[in-house]
């Protein structure tokens, strides 16, 4: 399988993969939810906690391309969009100019907050992020669907991929400024560890006879490449090809610091109001820089044969091979990017009538050049027990429609999270027998798709709790000596 940006490319179109910050947003509004605050610092945990390891651990997917841009009813059979019986006007009709794919991932490897004297609430996280973004032109899509035919022209620039990983180490605080209005910030100091930027402002495309002519200007800047001989050209399959990276031989390759600030209003005695800003910062890189430039000529392309009988992976093999020899770049020279961290807004409501249940409506901007997105959201939240709280919503934005649900459990000693959040309840199978008798994708196994826009996110949580509950501490009043 190819280690290669364009990789991305095949990972969307298989709805494969794991994506600025990875928090669960579905639970933005749950009461005693531990990890609120990194989504907004003003927040605060029902106890204070310590988490190691899997205190905090969400994995997400977001695309707004999803299986049924890719696959089509065809009588009795489903089969992909590269089949003669689906025409290209429909196939095409469903893309956009730019087609985005996020994948992001946190990990949470040391997490603690307490609660100190005039209801101050400290927090700190030691964590480990990787963060990437695909944004796919949509004559990519073109080329794959109409082929080689000759005087055939592609305009490919636009297309583009980005990749970070990042150690990162915070520490914040909530503090009341009124009895309405609390206040947080936290700190984050961030070690660089890999980084890949690419991108073409220039890719033509076109077949004249048996010869396609390329011309491209292109630029990927990137560091701890795995590159051996700098003198000779290499594609994008040799500079991220994670099986000739050497993982030991890997160093701090950056560092810098960022900040996060929020606020949450009491409105009413039953509204609550909040926002945040996140990860306002950098973070300065030592890199290699590579070009893709110049005119040439490439004779090297195969004929596509649609039929399902060969399989959608080679297919897509094939054609990622293809597209994967026309990214040809060359070492430039070195260079130390001041990279500033996509920002991320967060703006909500939440209505609490009682004390077992409440509503929320939160709006959410990530600022990112051509990988930026939005949403707005809404979820509803129950107490049904002090030990127990539910939350269900869903969403909708720049990657279409979620739904998502999650259970807290507060036990006297731990705290357990589990969450979820997808496009669609409804999935389709690839297994042998299935009713809708889909096109066989890989050569082995089984798998299971939305049908629907990808997103995924699976967020978990264990967490040692200890001391009184935030309630006890704001309200003393509501409460006596013998109150658990």
């Known amino acids: 399988m190819k280690k290669t940006a364009l990789l991305l490319l095949g ?31 003003a927040l605060y945990a029902n106890r204070n906690y310590i988490g190691i390891g899997v205190g905090n651990a969400t994995v997400r997917n977001q695309s707004n391309l999803g299986f049924k841009t890719f696959f089509y009813p065809s009588g009795s059979q489903t089969v992909s969009f590269l089949d003669e019986s689906v025409a ?7 893309l956009r100019p730019h087609n985005l794919e996020n994948i992001d991932l946190r990990e949470t490897v040391l997490s603690f907050g307490f609660w100190t004297p005039r209801n101050h609430y400290h927090t ?8 990437g973004g695909l944004s796919v032109p949509y004559d990519i899509f073109r080329f794959m669907k109409e082929g080689s035919t000759d005087g055939t022209g592609y305009d490919l620039s636009g297309l583009s991929a980005r990749a970070r990983a990042f150690a990162e180490a915070s520490y914040g605080v909530s503090r009341p400024v009124t009895d309405r209005l609390r206040i947080g910030a936290k700190a984050k100091l961030l070690v660089g560890l890999v980084y890949a930027d690419a991108r073409f402002n220039r890719f033509d495309v076109n077949l004249s006879g048996e010869r396609w002519s390329v011309a491209s200007e292109g630029e990927l800047q990137a560091s701890n490449l795995p590159i051996t001989d700098a003198s000779q ?23 810098g610091a960022a900040v996060d600030l929020g606020a949450t209003w009491q409105a009413t005695p039953w509204l609550e109001v909040s926002g945040s800003l ?11 820089r590579m070009t893709a430039d110049g005119n040439w000529e490439y004779t090297g392309f195969d004929n596509i044969d649609p039929s399902v009988e060969n399989g959608l992976q080679e297919q897509l093999d094939r054609k990622l091979d293809e597209l994967d020899a026309l990214t040809r770049f060359r070492r430039s020279d070195k260079g130390k990017p001041m990279d500033f961290l996509p920002l991320t807004l967060h703006a909500g409501a939440k209505a609490k009538p009682s004390d077992w249940f409440s509503a929320g409506i939160l709006a959410t901007g990530h600022v990112e050049g051509k990988y930026s997105w939005a949403e707005l959201r809404g ?6 027990a002090n030990w127990l709280g539910l939350t269900a919503g869903g969403a909708y934005g720049t990657f279409g429609p979620k739904v998502s649900s999650a259970l807290n459990f507060r036990l006297p ?5 589990v969450g ?28 299971a798709f939305p049908r629907d826009n990808l997103n995924l996110q699976i967020a978990v949580g264990l967490n040692f709790v200890f001391g009184k509950t935030a309630d006890k501490r704001l309200n003393p009043g509501r409460y006596t000596e013998t109150d658990n």
């Open 11 to 41: 990972l969307a179109l298989t709805l494969q993969g794991v994506r600025a910050q990875s928090d669960f947003r579905a639970a933005y509004f749950m009461d005693g939810y531990i990890y609120g605050h990194t989504m907004n610092p």
């Open 88 to 94: 290209s006007s429909e196939f095409l009709g469903k």
């Open 124 to 131: 700190f996280d030691l964590s480990v992020r990787a963060v």
């Open 233 to 255: 050209a290499v594609q994008f399959s040799d500079l991220l090809d994670v099986d000739s990276f050497e993982w030991e031989e890997v160093r701090p390759s950056g560092y």
């Open 278 to 288: 996140l990860d306002l910062g950098f973070i300065h890189w030592r890199m290699d």
């Open 379 to 384: 979820s509803l939240n129950l107490e049904p």
């Open 413 to 417: 000693l731990i705290a357990l999270f």
């Open 420 to 447: 979820a959040e997808l496009s669609s309840p409804y999935f389709v199978s690839e297994r042998a027998g299935d009713s809708r008798g889909l096109v066989k994708i890989f050569k082995d196994g089984d798998a």
